[in-house]
């Protein structure tokens, strides 16, 4: 029998390091194969893992709560024939729903010599109010689906602070185990026996961690003083770029995250149509250079083409001009600082520029969803060939609709034998930009 713990909880909630602290203390000597997906959390290290003897299977089709009839129930029974673990250990996408994904687990335990052991949702215990605010059922399906809700970060928060949480956290799951005793208290084994547990508070557990808080607290009462204070880092509004900071008033504590703005230098200088233009003709301009016999041909034929960018140039320009207000929302990476900036659009997005090496934040997630509600936005735009989890996760939080923007920066196969073509796809972001700005 494979055991499975689902180990789910927003971005930054603190799932690698409980899944880091269950390999050092519990899993010794089991045969372990952990299961994530490119939204998660910052990556367990890789040295660790192989020198634990885990393998690492990554569904790279995106959320696996997403892609789960298919991919999901096919790699799970990959990993069950192929390496025969005493234990498979979940990490679904940070803004992954836990009832997908334990529903899909079920249904290949119908097939597979498979056990859910614990489905487990770990929450930052200074997120949890700004979290059901701004995601609300989606939130909220962590919550509610989970035997165990783990509370982070208790270790700084007051007790206040813990005892409102967990008022919340009662209020959409009144069954479910909650740990608030700091990670640092705990040994595996108990997380692993309260995560495995689908009754109440285990008497237990209580006092134990009760006779940890009281054997440190004079010892830690100076150290724990200075972790209370909060940092309070200026924030920036920039305009035109990538202002996605957050900041919550509702938090007592004031809690302020800088999540950056672009700074990186955006190559995509295309998605402008007038750069497109000036491009097709140098191009024009060269080729006529390297073959001289048919540099005129060359010339007009680039001018042609040109001059069609050009028309669809002024016709972008008429529909941004044409708007009250040019504010897009972007849950996706962001080529399109050019685009952005020639039709002088206020945008929003998820990740700061088109880096592959970042992902974003709950925060920033949070942040975004407000945005879209506050300002009416009916649509949370994604790029071509994205999996867009991170726009579906905000739209739908948010009443929203999303729509593609195609970039012009990777063309599919099917694409390129239609006949597509730099000006046909900007024209269907055009037409899709009128279908739903135009519903503001």
């Known amino acids: 029998m494979v055991k499975i713990d689902i180990i789910s909880g927003f971005l930054g909630a603190g799932k690698t390091t409980l899944i880091k602290k269950l390999l050092e203390e519990v899993f010794k000597g089991e045969k372990i194969v952990l299961i994530e997906n490119e939204f998660g959390e910052i990556g367990i290290d890789g040295g660790f893992l192989k020198e634990s003897g885990i393998q690492i299977n990554e569904l790279n ?9 298919g991919d999901f129930r096919t ?5 069950v024939e192929q390496y025969h673990p005493d234990r498979i250990v979940i990490e679904p996408s940070g803004v ?23 489905f487990v949702t770990v929450a930052d215990v200074n997120k949890v109010k700004m979290y059901m605010k701004n995601f609300g059922e989606f939130y909220d399906d962590q919550i509610s689906h989970a035997s165990c809700i783990l509370l982070s970060r208790t270790q700084t928060a007051s007790e206040e602070k813990v005892a409102a949480a967990v008022a919340l956290l009662r209020e ?16 595996g084994e108990q997380i692993l026996k309260a995560m495995s547990t689908k009754d109440d508070f285990k008497a237990e557990l209580i006092a134990m961690a009760a006779k940890a808080n009281e054997e440190h607290a004079h010892e830690d009462e100076e150290e724990e003083h200075e972790h209370h204070h909060h940092d309070h880092e200026e924030e920036h509004d920039h305009e035109g ?8 008033e509702d938090e007592d504590d004031h809690d302020h995250d800088h999540l ?5 230098i955006d190559e995509h200088v295309w998605t402008a149509p007038a750069n497109a233009a000036a491009i097709t003709r140098q191009f024009g301009e060269v080729l006529a250079e390297l073959d001289g016999a048919n540099g005129e041909r060359y010339r007009a034929n680039a001018e042609k083409y040109a001059e069609e960018i050009d028309a669809l140039d002024g016709e972008f320009h008429a529909f941004f001009d044409s708007l009250p207000d040019r504010t897009i929302v972007f849950g996706d990476r962001f080529p399109l600082r050019y685009f952005a900036e020639e039709f002088d659009l206020r945008y929003y997005a998820a990740f700061p520029g088109c880096s592959t090496q970042t992902e974003p934040s709950a ?33 739908e939080a948010a009443g929203a609709e999303t729509a593609m923007f195609h970039t012009c920066h990777n063309v599919s196969p099917d694409e390129l034998a239609g006949g597509e073509t730099y000006v046909t796809l900007m024209r269907g972001n055009l037409e899709r930009l009128r279908a739903h700005l135009n519903e503001r």
């Open 61 to 69: 089709a995106g959320c696996i709560c997403c892609s789960l009839v």
């Open 75 to 79: 790699a799970l029974q990959q990993v």
């Open 96 to 118: 992954g729903k836990l009832s997908d994904v334990t529903r899909a687990v079920e249904g290949v335990a119908e097939h597979l010599d498979v056990q859910l052991n614990s």
């Open 172 to 187: 959409k799951n009144p069954t479910a185990t909650i740990v608030t005793t700091a990670w640092d208290h705990l040994t």
């Open 241 to 248: 770029h990538c202002c996605h900071h957050h900041h919550d």
């Open 260 to 264: 950056g703005t672009v700074t990186e």
């Open 363 to 395: 925060a920033t997630i949070a942040f975004l969803t407000d945005k879209v509600r506050e300002e009416g936005i009916s649509t949370v735009w994604y790029i071509e060939f994205s999996n867009h989890l991170v726009a579906d996760a905000i739209a």
